[in-house]
């Protein structure tokens, strides 16, 4: 796993190697063994680099032999081996036994169309000196991050913002319709940023420069798209159980391969215990597996990673972590680069850091969820289907009367403030409800709380971002539109962002089997009744790998990786909550009403409501603002 970074002058000057060295200073968490840089004219590329594969012989940016094609790399080829021989029947010579060196030939062979032969995840930039051209390109489920912008004739590009943030004439100004997101989703969606001039290079793309061609704009082209219609054809449920865990064995079989140590995160989840199995049976030994538990007990599942370990019989270590020490919060949104508020990375983090004590690579069960049904909002929505023979009316009555005889205040992860969600989703319309469990604010709660600094901007309802996701003239009506619809926006902008950015703050490479194309395109086409059927979740998966998952695991309800935020709001972090959020520099910012947000931090503390999501995405944009000095 790396850190890359690049500029591209369209003029001849120069491109100044201080700058960037600058951007890979910024970078050196992703790649602490080893850094390189190329200046070639107008033309820079720059690398750190964290050694899993060849140790030794991997330095970055590699070139071909005769220095014409220049590749700058992020990532995993796991089949690159199959690839190296059919270069080598080809006529190319090879110096290395690094992945790295695969994606020069193939280019050299193939150009852009290369992309079709990858497996693995992966964000590349490769330089072509002879066609003056550069490719940037990332994985199909987007895995690895890529950001890019342009700025005072230059094209620059990097792993992470805030090495964009380093070079001279970068524009931070702040892209005010990717707040009105963020507050929505807890995170920006792609392909923008929260700044205006820098973009995310989406998934499964790719883009082109043209040094020659100054006035083009480069345009990302997709090379791949999952399958999203469901399966119409007769297949056998058995039948596909088979074929997923042949698919599910080489997936893992292929993400063993490293020259370093390499052990398994295990939660004692379905998808954790499942992936761990999978790598004990292909390593033929015991593998070494890893979790963290908190002292409160309902965001503790040790327990269950314990049973799971002696089942699977993998060499099994736990930490006691305390996830509550906000020094660690600051540290993780610098890595972020822009505001990001899923408050599980705080955990995410602590199991990377703890991981990383004793191996460089670790295997996740990221991505099930979203392939196999394992959500209880795609059950909520195929069952509020059935409201909408009722009359609006009616379900407006028979949603407040419920509503009414819950407790008031309630965390939003217990059963009752998970029922209190519900009883607003079913007075929306059927083509909205999704949006309404999903979302954590409504769009007049946002305009409310907005401050001066919103007061001449007009913005896009945030549900536009997640219509222009679906096929034209679908909606997210049915639990299989659902997930396909997380698979495209949550999975890519969330989870997997997550678990990059916190791993890679610890310089650890975690690698997901499940998001191997190959099993992405084999579930996408399941008939929905095989991942979800009346109260059963993740039917296929459960039955493919049933003498992996004990009982115990299979039957326990699932947890998620949380913290417990509406508490410590109200007790540990209440102070500081009101510290960082009514600082009279927030308001000079301009960026939120202050009085409405002292109220909802007493609403919030005198449990009249719990108003936890919210808070926590202002905590985060405001210590996001403050780490990168953004002024009112």
Request: aromatic share 10%; glycine share 6%.
């Amino acid at each position: 796993m790396c850190g890359i970074a690049g500029i591209i002058h369209y003029s001849d000057q120069p491109v100044d190697t201080c700058t960037l060295e600058r951007m890979t200073d910024a970078l050196t968490h992703r790649g602490p063994d080893d850094s390189g840089v190329l200046a070639d004219g107008a033309v820079g590329l720059a690398h750190r680099r964290l050694s899993v594969i060849d140790v030794h012989g991997g330095h970055q940016p590699m070139s071909n032999r005769d220095k014409t094609t220049w590749v700058c790399y992020n990532g995993e080829i796991y089949n690159h081996l199959e690839l190296r021989k059919e270069l080598q029947s080809q006529g190319y010579d090879f110096r290395t036994q690094c992945d790295t060196e695969v994606l020069v030939h193939l280019y050299d062979s193939m150009g852009p169309s290369m992309l079709d032969c990858l497996r693995g995840m992966f964000a590349f930039a490769i330089y072509d000196k002879r066609k003056r051209k550069l490719l940037l390109a990332r994985d199909r489920m987007g895995q690895k991050p890529l950001v890019y912008a342009t700025t005072d004739g230059a094209f620059i590009f990097a792993s992470e913002l805030q090495a964009l943030r380093t070079v001279p004439g970068f524009s931070p100004d702040i892209r005010l319709q990717s707040v009105h997101d963020y507050l929505t989703y807890q995170y920006v969606p792609a392909p923008h940023t929260i700044f205006s001039n820098a973009l995310k290079l989406p998934p499964a793309s790719y883009l082109t420069l043209d040094l020659d061609r100054p006035d083009q704009r480069p345009e990302p082209k997709r090379y791949w798209t999952m399958p999203q219609e469901e399966c119409t054809k007769p297949v056998q449920f058995a039948e596909c159980a088979r074929e997923l865990r042949m698919l599910l064995q080489t997936s893992v079989q292929e993400r063993l391969m490293a020259d370093v140590p390499l052990g398994g995160f295990l939660s004692g989840g379905v998808d954790s215990t499942i992936i761990s199995g999978l790598m004990a049976q292909t390593a033929g030994r015991p593998v070494n597996t890893y979790t963290v538990g908190f002292e409160n007990a309902d965001y503790d599942e040790r327990s269950y990673a314990r049973k799971a370990a002696v089942h699977l019989g993998t060499i099994h270590h736990e930490q006691l972590v305390d996830p509550c020490h906000f020094e660690l919060v600051p540290r993780l949104i610098r890595h972020c680069g822009e505001p990001f508020a899923d408050a599980s990375i705080l955990p995410t983090f602590f199991l990377a850091q703890f991981a990383r004590q004793h191996v460089t690579v670790a295997l996740s069960g990221d991505g099930a969820d979203e392939l196999f049904g394992g959500y209880y909002r795609y059950q909520i929505v195929q069952w509020m289907n059935f409201l909408q023979a009722l009359p609006l009316e009616f379900r407006r009555l028979l949603s407040s009367a419920v509503s009414k005889l819950l407790p008031r205040g309630p965390s939003e992860r217990t059963l009752s403030g998970k029922l209190q969600r519900v009883c607003k989703a079913a007075v929306v319309s059927r083509d909205q409800r999704y949006l309404e469990i999903i979302s954590r604010i409504t769009e007049n709660a946002k305009h409310a709380l907005y401050g001066e600094r919103f007061a001449r901007a007009s913005f896009e309802p945030s549900k536009r971002y997640l219509e222009r996701q679906l096929p034209a003239g679908q909606t997210c009506t049915t639990g299989h539109t659902c997930s396909m619809l997380d698979l495209t926006t949550y999975l890519p902008n969330d989870i997997l962002t997550k678990v990059d950015t916190a791993s890679m703050a610890t310089s650890l490479e975690v690698r997901n089997p499940f998001m191997d194309h190959r099993i992405v395109d084999f579930a996408c086409r399941l008939p929905w009744s095989f991942k979800q059927q009346w109260q059963h979740r993740k039917r296929i998966l459960l039955y493919a790998c049933r003498d992996l998952v004990p009982p115990v695991i299979r039957k326990r309800r699932k947890m998620g990786f949380g913290v417990p935020l509406a508490d410590w709001f109200r007790g540990k972090w209440h102070d500081t909550l009101k510290d960082v959020l009514l600082d009279p520099s927030v308001k000079k910012r301009g960026f939120f009403n202050q009085n409405l947000v002292e109220q909802m931090i007493s609403d919030h503390c005198t449990h009249r409501t719990d108003h936890s999501y919210v808070l926590w995405s202002l905590l985060v944009f405001e210590l996001w603002c403050q780490q990168f000095e953004i002024r009112g």
